[in-house]
């Protein structure tokens, strides 16, 4: 590809599966046209960055497949996931959020910062985790609306 390197791998290893549909590590790899096992160390980790994110899916073990129309976010079983395990927890801790819903620790902390600006999450206190570190409690201020509005919609 010709494209500078400045404009970031995810977007180029992005490109590249949508062009490929069903694809494994080594033909990514070829397809961007890298050279050293940096990189393709690189391309190996953005590639479980974008599983995770729900953009790619497993066809089998070591062949992947891009799924249009997932850009831009994660798939909203991520973010019900996320919302299940605060409304079950009613107290909790992110740690906590991120161990039930199996979600990325940036998206979580990000989807907790927009419900409490929104004013559905509010800061219950600190307490100390297993590692002797503080660490915020969360709460959901009204259970039965936090239910409706994130976990009972049909989108």
């Known amino acids: 590809m010709n494209r ?3 404009t970031g791998l995810t977007g180029r290893v992005r490109e590249a599966a949508r062009k490929m549909g069903e694809f494994n590590n080594s033909a990514m790899i070829n ?3 890298l050279k050293t096992y940096k990189e393709a160390r690189r391309v190996r980790k953005v590639i479980k960055a974008l599983r995770k994110a729900g ?3 497993n066809v089998r073990e070591g062949l992947y ?3 249009p129309g997932m850009r831009y976010g994660r798939p909203s079983e991520i973010a ?3 919302y299940r395990a605060m409304h079950v927890k009613g107290l909790f801790s992110a740690t906590e959020v991120i161990l039930l819903s199996e979600a990325d620790n940036r998206y979580t902390y990000r989807v907790i910062r927009r419900l409490m600006e929104c004013g559905d999450l509010e800061e219950a206190g600190t ?4 590692l002797n570190r503080k660490e915020v409690l ?3 201020r009204h259970k039965d609306d936090f239910y409706l509005k994130y976990i009972a919609r049909k989108d």
């Open 138 to 140: 969360f709460r959901v």
């Open 55 to 57: 953009e790619i899916k």
């Open 4 to 6: 500078p390197y400045h």
């Open 31 to 33: 397809a961007l046209d």
């Open 80 to 82: 019900k996931r996320i």
């Open 127 to 130: 307490r100390r985790n297993v």
């Open 65 to 67: 497949q891009y799924i």
